[in-house]
């Protein structure tokens, strides 16, 4: 995806891919050279590669479906790369490519420029650089979970 429209949609609700398992709604954070940030109600701070988002949508007319209102003062890790990024995850639990077949979770071990390290129960998983598409961390907003809990 192109920087310049990236940073154009900053602070408004976009669709990131049409469909499938990748696809989510949210606010967009945060645009960096090879990543960018995004705010979910389900899932919290998801990073995305840009090289792997085949789309971005958004709504000119009527918005899409997110009203998650980000509160002031709220912090996310951040890094001038997905490398920094990866590398102040490392010791948390994250989820590697949410959805579909090749989503891992497990404790960020080891960062390498070619691959990472996830550690989950008694599996050591080396995912290859180039293939992780988002990752996220336990990381969300408050409110949400009761958000969910009231529906």
Same mark, same amino acid.
């Given at each position: 995806m192109d920087k310049k429209i990236l940073c154009s949609l900053v602070g408004k609700a976009v669709k990131v891919n049409r469909g499938g398992h990748d696809s989510r709604v949210g606010q967009l954070l945060k645009v960096e050279e090879d990543y960018f940030v995004l705010l979910t109600k389900e899932d919290g701070v998801l990073y995305? @590669?840009?090289?792997? =988002? @085949?789309?971005?949508t958004n709504n000119l007319r009527k918005g899409l479906d997110f009203n998650l209102a980000v509160p002031e003062g709220f912090e996310y890790i951040k890094g001038n790369c997905f490398k920094d990024v990866l590398c102040d995850l490392k010791y948390h639990w994250v989820t590697v490519n949410r959805g579909g077949h090749e989503k891992y979770e497990g404790v960020l071990d080891h960062v390498h420029d070619e691959y990472i390290t996830v550690v989950a129960n008694e599996e =050591?998983?080396?995912i290859s650089m180039f293939h992780i598409r988002n990752i996220s961390y336990d990381m969300k907003v408050e409110g949400c979970e009761e958000e969910k809990d009231e529906k």
């Amino acid at each position: 995806m192109d920087k310049k429209i990236l940073c154009s949609l900053v602070g408004k609700a976009v669709k990131v891919n049409r469909g499938g398992h990748d696809s989510r709604v949210g606010q967009l954070l945060k645009v960096e050279e090879d990543y960018f940030v995004l705010l979910t109600k389900e899932d919290g701070v998801l990073y995305y @590669k840009g090289h792997h =988002v @085949k789309s971005l949508t958004n709504n000119l007319r009527k918005g899409l479906d997110f009203n998650l209102a980000v509160p002031e003062g709220f912090e996310y890790i951040k890094g001038n790369c997905f490398k920094d990024v990866l590398c102040d995850l490392k010791y948390h639990w994250v989820t590697v490519n949410r959805g579909g077949h090749e989503k891992y979770e497990g404790v960020l071990d080891h960062v390498h420029d070619e691959y990472i390290t996830v550690v989950a129960n008694e599996e =050591v998983i080396r995912i290859s650089m180039f293939h992780i598409r988002n990752i996220s961390y336990d990381m969300k907003v408050e409110g949400c979970e009761e958000e969910k809990d009231e529906k």
